[in-house]
């Protein structure tokens, strides 16, 4: 079956200043990776995916790049803000409507 | 936040008992996931239910077994609980079947706890 790494476990860093999240899949037939959000004493929030057939999708500060020959996806987060502290996740599936596989969750920390 | 709603929040429940968590899905969506979360874990995927109808399970034993009502909404039962039951406890709702929708939104999670 499906099994998602991210990396790091966790990061700090200085508001203003971008952080990057890492996944690897080992599944290619995964074709959906969305990111979720997950603030404490919240469940996961999603805030952005991207699908099989697009290599880079952003959303403001967001971005998502996926490489399918690699099976690798990473988040990228620019201008940092103190809100942006919380744990993300990275998931795979074959579609979003079927199971998704998650990482074991990045927690990142925006220092002001 | 998503129009995913969860009962109860919060759950006490002794070794051996049963408990069920219910979960009512975002309007005009027809599918519910659940997943347990374990503390520190990203969360796992215990099963899926689509127009009543458990669409998919994960690695979970039978004493986790569940329910889809004719609204969507959703119900979570787990007999003689086990100490390693304690988590959080996610629905996520979503619409269609495979292929043809992608989004799962998530409710904000029961907190159970087996002592």
Same mark, same amino acid.
């Given at each position: 079956?499906?099994?998602?790494?991210?990396?790091?476990? $966790?990061?700090?860093?200085?508001?203003?200043?971008?952080?990057? !999240?890492?996944?690897?899949?080992?599944?290619?037939?995964?074709?959906?990776?969305p990111?979720?959000?997950?603030?404490?004493?919240?469940?996961?929030?999603?805030?952005?995916? !991207?699908?099989?057939?697009?290599?880079?999708?952003?959303?403001?500060? !967001?971005?998502?790049t996926?490489n399918?020959?690699?099976k690798?996806?990473?988040?990228? !987060? $620019?201008?940092?803000?103190?809100?942006?502290?919380?744990?993300?996740?990275?998931?795979?599936?074959?579609?979003?409507n079927t199971?998704?596989?998650?990482?074991?969750? $990045?927690?990142?920390s925006?220092?002001? | 936040?998503?129009?995913?709603?969860?009962? %109860?929040?919060?759950?006490?429940?002794?070794?051996?008992?049963?408990?069920?968590?219910?979960?009512?899905?975002?309007?005009?969506?027809?599918t519910?996931?659940?997943?347990?979360?374990?503390?520190?874990?990203g969360?796992?995927?215990?099963?899926?239910?689509?127009?009543?109808?458990?669409?998919?399970?994960?690695?979970?034993?039978?004493?986790?077994?569940?329910?889809?009502f %004719?609204?969507?909404?959703?119900?979570?039962?787990?007999?003689?609980?086990?100490?390693?039951?304690?988590?959080?406890?996610?629905?996520?709702s979503?619409?269609?079947?495979?292929?043809?929708?992608?989004?799962?939104?998530?409710? %904000?999670?029961?907190?159970?706890t087996?002592?």
């Amino acid at each position: 079956g499906e099994n998602v790494e991210q990396h790091p476990s $966790t990061l700090s860093v200085q508001e203003g200043d971008s952080a990057v !999240i890492k996944c690897t899949y080992s599944d290619s037939a995964s074709n959906y990776f969305p990111w979720y959000k997950q603030e404490l004493g919240k469940g996961p929030q999603l805030i952005i995916d !991207i699908r099989s057939n697009v290599g880079e999708k952003k959303d403001q500060r !967001i971005a998502v790049t996926l490489n399918k020959t690699a099976k690798h996806f990473s988040l990228h !987060i $620019t201008e940092t803000q103190p809100e942006d502290s919380a744990v993300y996740f990275c998931a795979a599936a074959y579609s979003g409507n079927t199971p998704l596989v998650f990482g074991k969750g $990045t927690r990142l920390s925006v220092i002001a | 936040e998503t129009g995913v709603t969860q009962s %109860p929040t919060h759950l006490i429940k002794t070794r051996g008992q049963q408990v069920t968590l219910r979960c009512s899905s975002q309007s005009g969506h027809n599918t519910v996931s659940w997943y347990q979360q374990a503390l520190g874990q990203g969360p796992q995927f215990i099963f899926q239910y689509y127009r009543e109808e458990e669409n998919g399970r994960g690695n979970f034993p039978p004493r986790f077994s569940g329910l889809q009502f %004719p609204n969507y909404s959703s119900e979570l039962n787990v007999n003689a609980l086990e100490l390693d039951d304690s988590a959080l406890y996610l629905c996520a709702s979503s619409s269609g079947l495979a292929g043809s929708s992608y989004e799962q939104y998530f409710g %904000p999670g029961t907190r159970l706890t087996v002592t």
